[in-house]
Nanobody, 126 residues
Framework: QVQLVESGGGSVQAGGSLRLSCSIY????????MGWFRQPPGKEREGVAT???????TYADSVKSRFTISKDNAKNTLYLQMNSLKPEDTAMYYC????????????????????WGKGTLVTISS
């Protein structure tokens, strides 16, 4: 059984940085598509950043130039480096993955992700 476990969330002031990690357990092969999604308080879940097996990355416009998604295949771990954080980045952040070939574009579609972590909370104060 594949399990995703996020870590690295916390509370920081605006302008600060955090690095989220997502460890994948239960399967040694690297997923075809992995991504970070977030759900701000009272809002729907939204895509933040995704990465495909050949390291093609996509970012939401709101985080471009501030966030960087990366992965370490040897450690089966996904990362999200978040810099210049803003109060509007406050959300529960979720890691997701699929081993299927999904989507026709460069990103990983939300409804194509088969495995989800339980989330890690990020709170940014002004």
């Amino acid at each position: 059984q594949v399990q995703l476990v996020e870590s690295g969330g916390g509370s920081v002031q605006a302008g600060g940085s955090l690095r989220l990690s997502c460890s994948i357990y239960g399967y040694t092969a690297s997923p075809y598509c992995m991504g970070w999604f977030r759900q701000p308080p009272g809002k729907e879940r939204e895509g933040v950043a995704t990465i495909r097996s050949f390291d093609t990355t996509t970012y939401a416009d709101s985080v471009k130039s501030r966030f960087t998604i990366s992965k370490d295949n040897a450690k089966n771990t996904l990362y999200l480096q978040m810099n210049s954080l803003k109060p509007e980045d406050t959300a529960m952040y979720y890691c997701a993955a699929t081993y299927r070939v999904v989507g026709s574009g460069p990103g990983c579609p939300y409804d194509g992700m088969d495995y989800w972590g339980k989330g890690t909370l990020v709170t940014i104060s002004s």
